[in-house]
C-alpha cells in the first residue's frame, strides 16, 4: 500500500521489531541466526509475503533508503587496509616449512601475502561469475551479466568478522587471509557497481569515468583532514556535547552522497567512499569513532533497513516468475562453486579441513548482496523475483556457511603452554628465571648466546666476538635467524622473548629477529641511555632500561602505592592478564559465570580496547581479562579459559 503520509503504527511497528530481534535470535541455540537475517524474516512476516500490517510511506521510503546509505558508510568504515598488507616473512620462516610447501614456489608462494591471495581470489571468482552470466543473458534469463557476476563475487564482511573473533582467528595468518579476501572483495564489488549500473542504463559514456572524481574527492579530503586533524582546539571538541568527530563524520557522509548523486553515480558508492576515509583519516583513534557510528547505525537506521526489505520481499514474485525459479538453484550453487573453487589455493599451505572451511565463509553474502540488488531494482536491471532470489540465496548462505564453517575447522589446542625464551646470563636474567620457576611457566634460558649458536652447529666467525659485528640492519638480523629456529623458537609455542645479555646491540639483532620470526612479545634489554632512547618510540618491541624502569616504579609508588603494591607485592593476592579461549564462556555475561574463588575482573581488553565490565557485560573468546584474586584461583580461572 503507498501513502505519503507519515504512518507512527508502521515506525512504531517496525522500532519494536529491530528492539526484539537481538533478543529472539540469541536464544536460538540450534543453528547460528545472523541478525541481520532475523531482521529480513521478521519483515517478511509482517510484510507483502505475511501479514502486510506496514504501510510503506515516504518517510518510511526516507529511512530505508538513509539506512542502506549508512549500511555502505559503515561497510566503508571497517576496511582496514593494513590487512592487506604483506607480513615480512623471512629465512628462518620459509627453512622452517614444511618439504612439501618448498615445492609450491612460483604462484602458489603468493599466497602467504594477503593482497596476492585476495587479488587472485577475487579476479578467479568474477571471472567464472562473469561467464555464467554472459551464457544465462545469452539464454534470456538476466538483463546484466556484468551486475549479476558482481552481486556473486560480493562477501559479507559483517558476518566473516564476527565469525573469525569467535573462534579466535582473526589475528592468525589463516584468519587474515580469510578477512583480505572478504574485504577486497566488498571493496572492489563496490567500485564497480556503480560501473555496472552506468553501462547497463547508457552504455559507455564518460558518465562511467565519474566514479573517478569521487576517488579523487577521497584522496583530496584525505590530505586535508591529516593536516588539520591534530589541532588542539579540534580535540577539545571530539567529546562531551560537540563531538566534533561524529558531526564531521555525519557531514563527510552526507557531502559524498551529494555529490555521487549530482555526478550521476550511485550514492551508495558515495557513502561507501565516505566510511573508508573517515576510517583512513581517523586511523588512531578509529575505533572510538567507529564504535559511537556503530551505534547510531545498528541501534536504528540499518535495523529499518533490513526489515523493510523484509517487508518488500514478495514469495509470490519468485513463484510467478519461471526465470526467477530457474536463476535460484544456480545462483547458490554458482555462490559456493565460483567463491570456494579458488579458495583451494590455500591446500597448498594448510589442511583440507582449514581449506574447506575458508571456502565455506568465504560464500557468505548479505549487506553489499542485498543494497546491489537494490540498485538493480532501480535501474531496472533485476526484476522484482529475481531481486527475491538473489534476498533468499543471501539469507542461506548466511546462515549456512558460518555453521558448515564451524563443523569443518579443526580443533585447536588453545591448552598448548607456549615457553618464554630468555637470552642472556645478568644477574636480572637469573631473578627472572627464578620468578617464571615460582608460577610453573615454562621458561628456556640461553645463559650464553655463542655458545648456543655452535650448539646448532651453524658455523660463524670468531664466535666470541659474534657481537662486536652486530647493529648492520638486515644481514645481522638474518645471522639470528637459523638459530633461533634450530632451538625451535617459532610463533606457536613462544609466548615471549627476552633479550637480556650484556651487548645492547646483540639484544636488538635478537629482538628484531624474533619480532621477524613473528613471536607475539618481544622484550629488550638496553643498558645504554642513548639507544634506549633512540629505539624507545621506533622499535618494534618493547625497549626497557633498568635505570628508567626503576625511576618509573618509585614515581609509582609514591604516587599510586596501593596498585602498584598490589600489582608486584607479595603474597597469594595477584593481578593478570588470562587469554580466553574456551567456547563454553564465549556469549556469557559475567553475571552468569562461577568465577573461582573471589577472584574479581577488572577490565576486558577486546580488539585492542579496554571495556569497563559490569555484570551484564558479556564475555567473547579472544578477550584479553584482567583478573585480581589469590594464585589458586586466577590458576583454575586460567586453566579454564583454556579449554575451548
Keep these: 500500500m503507498e501513502n505519503s503520509t507519515f504512518s507512527l503504527e508502521s515506525l512504531l511497528i517496525v522500532t519494536v521489531l529491530a528492539l526484539l530481534v ?7 541455540k540450534v543453528v547460528r541466526i545472523p541478525i541481520v537475517v ?74 602467504r601475502n594477503p593482497l596476492a591471495f585476495a587479488l587472485i581470489s577475487c579476479v578467479l571468482t568474477f571471472g567464472l561469475s562473469i561467464a555464467l552470466s554472459i551464457y544465462l543473458h545469452h539464454l534470456h534469463l538476466i538483463r546484466s551479466p556484468f551486475l549479476l557476476a558482481l552481486i556473486i563475487t560480493t562477501t559479507s564482511l559483517t558476518i566473516v568478522v564476527p565469525v573469525l573473533k569467535e573462534y579466535d582467528l582473526l589475528d592468525s595468518e589463516f584468519g587474515q587471509l580469510i578477512l583480505a579476501a572478504a574485504m577486497f572483495a566488498d571493496f572492489v564489488t563496490m567500485l564497480l557497481i556503480s560501473v555496472a549500473a552506468s553501462l547497463f542504463q547508457g552504455g559507455f559514456s564518460p558518465k562511467v ?17 591529516r593536516r588539520f586533524s591534530n589541532y588542539r582546539s579540534f580535540k577539545n571538541l571530539a567529546h562531551g556535547t560537540a563531538q566534533l568527530g561524529i558531526r ?23 557513502t561507501f567512499l565516505a566510511g573508508v576515509l573517515v576510517g583512513l583519516v581517523n586511523e588512531e583513534t578509529k575505533s572510538d569513532i567507529f564504535h559511537k557510528l556503530d551505534a547510531i547505525g545498528f541501534g536504528f537506521l540499518i535495523p529499518i533497513f533490513f526489515i523493510m526489505v523484509g517487508v518488500d520481499f514478495d514469495f509470490r514474485s519468485l513463484f510467478s516468475d519461471p526465470k526467477a525459479l530457474i536463476l535460484l538453484p544456480v545462483l547458490f550453487i554458482a555462490t ?20 574447506l572451511s575458508g571456502a565455506a565463509l568465504l560464500t557468505t553474502q548479505m549487506s553489499v548482496t542485498v543494497a546491489a540488488a537494490a540498485v538493480g531494482m532501480q535501474i531496472g536491471a533485476i526484476s522484482r523475483g529475481v531481486d527475491t532470489a538473489i534476498i533468499l540465496v543471501a539469507m542461506l548462505t548466511a546462515i549456512i ?24 646470563n645478568l644477574p636480572g636474567a637469573k631473578l627472572l628465571v627464578d620468578e617464571l620457576s615460582v608460577k610453573s611457566q615454562r621458561f628456556l634460558w640461553v645463559q650464553a648466546w655463542d655458545q648456543a649458536l655452535l650448539e646448532t652447529g651453524l658455523s660463524i666467525e670468531q664466535p666470541t666476538k659474534h657481537h662486536e659485528d652486530i647493529g648492520q640492519g638486515d644481514q645481522d638480523i638474518e645471522n639470528c635467524l637459523p638459530a633461533l629456529a634450530k632451538m625451535d623458537i617459532h610463533p606457536q609455542g613462544t609466548k615471549a622473548l627476552v633479550a637480556y645479555t650484556s651487548d645492547d646491540h646483540l639484544n636488538i639483532q635478537l629482538a628484531s629477529a ?71 564462556y564465549h556469549g556469557k555475561r559475567l553475571m552468569e559465570v562461577e568465577f573461582p574463588g573471589n577472584l574479581l575482573i577488572m577490565s576486558i581488553v577486546r580488539d585492542g580496547k579496554p571495556i569497563v565490565p559490569h555484570g551484564h557485560t558479556e564475555l567473547h573468546v579472544g578477550d584479553t581479562v584482567l583478573v585480581v584474586g589469590e594464585r589458586e584461583d586466577i590458576t583454575q580461572f586460567v586453566q579454564s579459559g583454556k579449554r575451548g
Design 336 to 355: 559456493y562453486v565460483f567463491k570456494g573453487l579458488p579458495v583451494l589455493l590455500l591446500r597448498s599451505r594448510y589442511s583440507w579441513r582449514d581449506t
Design 514 to 584: 624474533a619480532v621477524s620470526l613473528g613471536v607475539e612479545s618481544v622484550i629488550c634489554s638496553i643498558r645504554d641511555l642513548g639507544l634506549f632512547e633512540e629505539h624507545r618510540q621506533s622499535a618494534p618491541f618493547v625497549v626497557i632500561n633498568s635505570q628508567f624502569a626503576e625511576v618509573a616504579l618509585m614515581d609509582q609508588l609514591i604516587n599510586h602505592p596501593v596498585s602498584t603494591q598490589l600489582l608486584r607485592g607479595p603474597g597469594d593476592m595477584q593481578i593478570q592478564e588470562v587469554r580466553l579461549c574456551s567456547h563454553a
Design 401 to 424: 556457511s558460518p555453521v558448515v564453517f564451524g563443523k569443518l575447522l579443526p580443533h585447536r589446542d588453545h591448552a598448548v603452554d607456549r615457553q618464554v625464551v630468555i637470552v642472556g
Design 38 to 111: 532475523g531482521e529480513i524474516l521478521v519483515g517478511v512476516i509482517v510484510g507483502k509475503s505475511g501479514f502486510n500490517i506496514i504501510q510503506s510511506s515516504q518517510w518510511l521510503q526516507f529511512l530505508q533508503f538513509f539506512g542502506l546509505a549508512y549500511l555502505m558508510f559503515v561497510s566503508g568504515l571497517e576496511l582496514d587496509f593494513k590487512t592487506l598488507l604483506p607480513k615480512r616473512r623471512t629465512q628462518a620462516q620459509n627453512s622452517t616449512s614444511s618439504e612439501g610447501a618448498r615445492v609450491t614456489r612460483g604462484m602458489f608462494s603468493l599466497i
Design 209 to 225: 569515468l565519474f566514479v573517478f572524481i569521487l576517488i579523487f574527492a577521497l584522496l583530496f579530503m584525505y590530505r586535508l583532514f
Design 22 to 28: 537481538p533478543l529472539i535470535v540469541s536464544k536460538i
Design 248 to 270: 564531521a563524520s555525519m557531514a563527510i557522509m552526507i557531502v559524498f552522497l551529494v555529490l555521487a548523486e549530482s555526478l550521476g553515480v550511485q550514492v551508495i558508492l558515495g
